[in-house]
Nanobody, 118 residues
Framework: QVQLVESGGGLVQAEGSLRLSCAAS????????MGWLRRAPGKEREFVAA???????TYADSVKGRFTISRDFAKNTVYLQMNSLKPGDTAVYYC????????????WGQGTQVTVSS
């Protein structure tokens, strides 16, 4: 079992920045792929970013160049630095973890709201 707790969401103006954190606990956390998904009202769930144990990472095209995912193994924490935020980034952001990939993550956090005003 892996437990995930997000923090850092909030309200920000367009072009502003926010940093999300995800504290992970449980068995073999460091072996899991960690990532972020988001869901905006009325839209499908969307992949945002993922980071592997090797610290290689991948991003959705919509956030590439603006968002950065990082991982602190000592703290079992994953971060999502979000810069140049747009109103279209407004969504509930979920921290997720899985042993293999981000297609259907096994573990989910409770979600944190990010609202970007124009």
């Amino acid at each position: 079992q892996v437990q995930l707790v997000e923090s850092g969401g909030g309200l920000v103006q367009a072009e502003g920045s926010l940093r999300l954190s995800c504290a992970a606990s449980g068995r073999a956390v460091s072996s899991h792929v960690m990532g972020w998904l988001r869901r905006a009202p009325g839209k499908e769930r969307e992949f945002v970013a993922a980071i592997w144990r090797s610290t290689s990472n991948t991003y959705a095209d919509s956030v590439k160049g603006r968002f950065t995912i990082s991982r602190d193994f000592a703290k079992n924490t994953v971060y999502l630095q979000m810069n140049s935020l747009k109103p279209g980034d407004t969504a509930v952001y979920y921290c997720v973890a899985d042993l293999r990939n981000m297609n259907e993550p096994e573990y989910w956090g409770q979600g944190t709201q990010v609202t970007v005003s124009s």
